[in-house]
């Protein structure tokens, strides 16, 4: 069946409606637990997914960012997690994370400031007025991840297949609302979306492969494609040697049958670069 991804504003009411579909659906429930495990996979500070995760890249960091090797890590990890189906994932980005998986089903929860603010205060000893300036924090800071690293406005109706007001609908409802959803034959997995997901989970495996590779100058810059074991490895290195490594690391990996290398070797204060 369908992979389902819910987004949702701080205290939004995201997380319950995550939680009852995985449980009418017989889902898995995927949130927090990627943080720690993808730490462990790669050996990355879970401190510093999270912030990779939840703050927008400064401006020197769109030279030299670790967040892009993080996202490529959490990336790997969250299609790994979700390639067998049968998942709901309602952690920050997972349409963004997600994206290129053709039965993917995206869902957004919106509600209003009130409701928000009871979710909050409920759980919590904040005031009203705290409470609405930490929402109103939180919601700011997504919004300027968002735009900074996919140059959209991550609330936008136009980037979800399913929007859901809980202002205006009850939980059972809303539950019901996506279950039908992942029910349509659109959603349905087929030979050609199962194809897809492999290539794109081989694709995301050696991108955060590379990117963590210390070894591997200048690894942010190339750039992977795969199409049924077959992987077209684009972008530029420091040197040939780089290039070498990003192969072998590339040719060592199941599932890859052939190499189409197209990688250059860039030269500093010379805007070509030699092909190796």
Not at 73 to 80: D, H
Request: net charge neutral; glycine share 6%; charged share 25%.
């Amino acid at each position: 069946m369908a992979i389902i991804t819910i987004s949702r504003g701080t205290f939004s009411g995201g997380e319950s409606l995550a939680e009852s579909v995985a449980q009418r659906l017989g889902y898995h429930s995927i949130n927090g637990e990627l943080l720690g495990e993808t730490a462990r996979q790669y050996g990355i500070p879970e401190a510093k997914l999270c912030e990779a995760i939840g703050e927008a890249p400064g401006v020197m960091e769109c030279l030299h960012s670790e967040k892009k090797q993080c996202l490529a890590c959490l990336r790997a990890a969250l299609i790994r997690e979700v390639k067998d189906d049968n998942a709901v994932y309602h952690g920050h980005a997972g349409h963004f994370l997600l994206d290129g998986v053709p039965h993917l089903i995206r869902v957004k929860v919106v509600a209003n400031m009130e409701f928000r603010i009871r979710a909050l205060t409920k759980h919590s000893n904040l005031t009203r007025e705290e409470a609405i300036q930490l929402i109103k924090t939180l919601d700011e800071k997504r919004l300027r991840w968002t735009r900074s690293l996919y140059h959209v406005d991550w609330q936008h109706p136009s980037l979800y297949d399913v929007v859901i007001d809980l202002d205006q609908m009850t939980l059972p409802d809303a539950c019901e609302m996506v279950c039908d959803t992942a029910s349509m034959g659109r959603y349905k997995v087929t030979p050609e979306s199962r194809k897809a997901i492999e290539d794109l989970a081989l694709c995301c495996h050696l991108q955060a492969a590379v990117s963590n590779n210390r070894s591997i100058s200048g690894a942010k810059n190339v750039k992977i494609k795969a199409d049924g074991g077959v992987v077209t490895i684009e972008g530029t290195v420091e040197c040939p040697v780089d290039a070498d490594r990003v192969r072998m690391l590339v040719r060592e990996t199941p599932g890859v049958k052939e190499i189409n290398s197209r990688m250059r070797v860039r030269f500093w204060g010379n805007p070509l670069a030699r092909a190796v």
